[in-house]
């Protein structure tokens, strides 16, 4: 079955950017889509069909999606934005979530 | 503003069965696929099963598939899921989300409900 595997964790301090990547086989051929969650909340779509951004996300937001990797920029942080994120793609009659990033802002 | 309210959950033993509605208002229901995901409390999404807008494609992870069963009414606007031959594993929060676009093409999951948690335990 595809897998999708992003890092345990990401540390961004405030203002500068964090990068989060997502890898799966020949993923830059499927559309790939982010998440948002934070504790006792439920997911927010933050980016979607690689690098559209929801109306009501931030332009901090961006993402890209090319080759074995999507990732998702976040620039200029915000102590708001710590959260877990999860990418997501379709392969094959299925929809697949990454594995999950825990991002902390210091 | 688009909401969706998930209800059926609770506690079942294992081998029984158990049904999720979600109840969807604020948008053109049958104009959007729709899914469950479910999440272990503390661990990661999973995608669980998914109707297109008029439940001509229906897809299923392969860890229920043969035992869940997706369906949707547009009439009433709302969302299923039929469990059956439960197993502890799949004791999570269960979901109910609305799909950016008609058919089940992974373009992304746009509203989320609030859950309702399932445990499954004897």
């Known amino acids: 079955s595809y897998e999708l595997t992003q890092p345990p964790s990401v540390s961004v301090s405030p203002g500068q950017t964090a990068s989060i990547t997502c890898s799966g086989y020949n993923l830059g051929e499927k559309y790939a889509c982010w998440y948002q969650q934070k504790p006792g909340q439920s997911p927010i779509l933050v980016i979607y069909q690689d690098t559209k951004r929801p109306s009501g996300i931030p332009g901090r937001f961006s993402g890209s999606n090319s080759g074995n990797t999507a990732t998702l920029t976040i620039s200029g942080t915000q102590p708001m934005d710590e959260a877990d994120y999860y990418c997501?793609?379709?392969?094959?009659?299925?929809?697949?979530f990454g594995t999950g990033t825990k991002v902390t802002v210091l | 503003e688009v909401q969706l309210v998930e209800s059926g959950g609770g506690l079942v033993q294992p081998g029984r069965s158990l049904r999720l509605s979600c109840a969807a208002s604020?948008?053109?229901?049958?104009?959007?696929?729709m899914h469950w995901v479910r999440q272990v409390p503390g661990k990661g999404l999973e995608w669980v099963s998914g109707?297109?807008?008029?439940?001509?494609?229906?897809g299923y992870a392969d860890s229920v598939n043969g035992r869940f069963t997706i369906s949707r009414d547009n009439a009433k606007t709302s969302l299923y899921l039929r469990m059956n031959s439960l197993r502890p594993e799949d004791t999570a929060l269960y979901y109910c989300?609305?799909?950016?676009?008609?058919?089940?093409?992974?373009?992304?999951?746009?509203?989320w409900g609030q859950g309702t948690l399932v445990t499954v335990s004897s």
């Open positions: 109707i297109a807008w008029n439940s001509g494609r229906i």
């Open positions: 989300t609305k799909d950016i676009f008609a058919a089940l093409a992974g373009r992304g999951f746009d509203s």
């Open positions: 604020g948008f053109i229901f049958d104009d959007f696929a």
């Open positions: 997501q793609a379709w392969d094959t009659s299925a929809y697949v």
